[in-house]
């Protein structure tokens, strides 16, 4: 005897019977793939049935500070059997590498806590942990599970978080740079750790730093960062580096400048060459000034280390010599040593930037 | 040459949001990194702290900058692989190591990729 279809079903011209019939169908239907047997056509046979598996389940996967979450709906079905769903995850979207398989489970709300990795989901499902439905991907694509946010920590938590970077300034007479790099030396890489992972950090040269200045640097991943306070690189997704406090430039070649007099006042000043290198206003004198009292320079301008005009200022008692001359000194900031510290070595803290000394290796 | 700057205009790019000229260097055969930052910045008077206004930046050459520090990272490369190769050491390699020179070979240990120099002959 064929078996029932719904073809059958469906060409009885009775209203009212065809639907109370279609209706037996589909409950017989649903028994039968639960069940793995056919109610109206039993058999005598020893062997186990095959049980259908289940429709599928609708799932969604979130990741927010360091865990997946998965939400899965079952779909909808009158069977009381218990109904099991296998996930899996992996950075590969087909699944062919580094594939991580939850133990099977009728929950349909799933935490699973990977701080900072990114996964393709899959699910399928089972009545009996042996016949499964087909994989189904993630419908969303890829998660990131993110990484646990500072708001979900308590207040000045001790990170165990540190590295070995060392971190240091010099000047190429034009500009100021930082350099970060390993024990072996500028252009090695350096080691940082978090928790009990050990990465790698590039080394790096940051070129045209702000000279005649501390300076604190942190690495977001890809790129550094030079910022004036260690607040600034505390930010979740970055690695504090250390600090530094950066050199100044060398000293600057000093400009040459001539009075402009007329009838004996100073009512300008010539500047014959701006000189280069300035990093702050210079200290102007007047010499062989005569009879001359009082006169003194204006503000200065500099533009990119050379100084390129002096506004006329105090044009004095009207009683200056023609010989007077203007001499140069100063143009730059005291110059500190350049050097500073990793914040490595710190027993497993951040440090603030408090200037005490440290190591710089 | 084994130090390039990373493909991909991500790897050489100035970020107009911090004014930065971003550059990144990569050891094709040993993945090493390492990263130039030019600071585009105005710097301040330190009397009034009002910003220098900055010209064309012609001070610095980004260009200079990256010649001369492949120069020195492949010096550098070099005399590490000689080292490597007189004494027989196998070189652990970063994820980024993509290249495989003629006559060496690479083992597998757990996690580690090493790269194992051919006996002898040069090694660039």
Redesign the interface.
């Known amino acids: 005897m064929p078996p029932l279809s719904r073809a059958q079903i469906n060409g009885i011209k009775d209203f009212s019977l065809r639907t109370v019939l279609l209706s037996v169908h589909d409950q017989l239907t649903l028994l039968n793939l639960a069940t793995g047997t056919n109610w109206l056509e039993p058999t005598n046979s020893p062997q186990h049935p095959a049980i259908a598996p289940p429709p599928r389940a609708g799932f969604s996967v979130v990741g927010a500070n360091g865990a997946f979450n998965v939400q899965i709906a079952n779909a909808a079905q009158s069977a009381n059997k218990p109904l099991y769903h296998e996930l899996s995850y992996s950075p590969s979207p087909s699944f062919t590498s580094d594939v991580t398989t939850l133990p099977a489970s009728t929950a349909t709300q799933q935490t699973v806590p990977s701080p900072g990795i990114t996964a393709h989901w899959r699910l399928r499902s089972s009545y009996d942990l042996s016949n499964w439905n087909e994989y189904q991907l993630h419908p969303g694509g890829t998660v990131a599970a993110g990484l646990q946010s500072s708001a979900a920590s308590e207040s000045a938590l001790p990170l165990n978080q540190t590295n070995f970077a060392s971190i240091d300034s010099f000047s190429t007479g034009?500009?100021v740079n930082i350099r970060i790099y390993g024990r072996a030396g500028p252009?090695s890489?350096y080691a940082a750790v978090k928790g009990g992972t050990q990465t790698?950090l590039?080394?790096?040269?940051?070129?045209?730093?702000?000279?005649?200045s501390t300076q604190v640097v942190g690495y977001d991943g890809?790129?550094?960062?030079?910022r004036n306070t260690m607040p600034a690189v505390l930010a979740d997704g970055i690695i504090p580096t250390g600090n530094v406090s950066v050199v100044g430039l060398p000293a600057p070649t000093p400009p040459t400048i001539h009075p402009i007099l007329q009838s004996g006042y100073i009512v300008g000043y010539e500047i014959v060459d701006g000189g280069a290198g300035a990093?702050?206003?210079y200290d102007l004198n007047l010499g062989s000034v005569g009879g001359g009292k009082n006169a003194a320079p204006g503000a200065q301008t500099?533009?990119?280390g050379v100084l390129v005009a002096i506004a006329p200022g105090n044009p004095g008692n009207g009683s200056y010599s023609g010989g007077t001359n203007v001499s140069v000194q100063g143009g730059v900031?005291n110059t500190p040593s350049g050097g500073g510290r990793n914040i490595g070595g710190n027993g497993g803290r951040l440090v603030t930037n408090d200037g005490t000394t440290g190591s710089s290796t | 040459m084994n130090w390039i700057v990373r493909e991909g205009p991500?790897h050489n790019s100035i970020?107009g949001r911090?004014h930065?000229h971003?550059v990144?260097l990569v050891n094709k055969v040993t993945g090493?990194?390492?990263?130039?930052?030019?600071?585009?910045?105005a710097?301040?008077?330190?009397?009034c702290q009002r910003p220098?206004?900055?010209?064309d930046l012609?001070?610095?050459d980004p260009a200079k900058?990256i010649k001369a520090?492949l120069e020195?990272?492949e010096a550098?490369h070099a005399a590490i692989m000689a080292y490597a190769q007189r004494h027989g050491v196998p070189v652990v390699l970063?994820p980024l190591a993509s290249l495989l020179p003629a006559g060496h070979r690479i083992t597998t240990h757990g996690n580690l990729r090493l790269l194992h120099l051919p006996r002898g002959g040069a090694t660039r």
């Open positions: 034009l500009a252009t890489q790698l590039p080394s790096a040269s940051i070129i045209n730093a702000k000279p005649n890809s790129n550094y960062m030079v990093t702050g206003p500099i533009k990119n900031l | 991500e970020d911090t930065v971003h990144h090493g990194e390492h990263n130039i930052d030019l600071l585009l910045s710097h301040s008077c330190p009397e220098y206004t900055q010209n012609g001070h610095l900058e520090a020195t990272l550098n970063g």
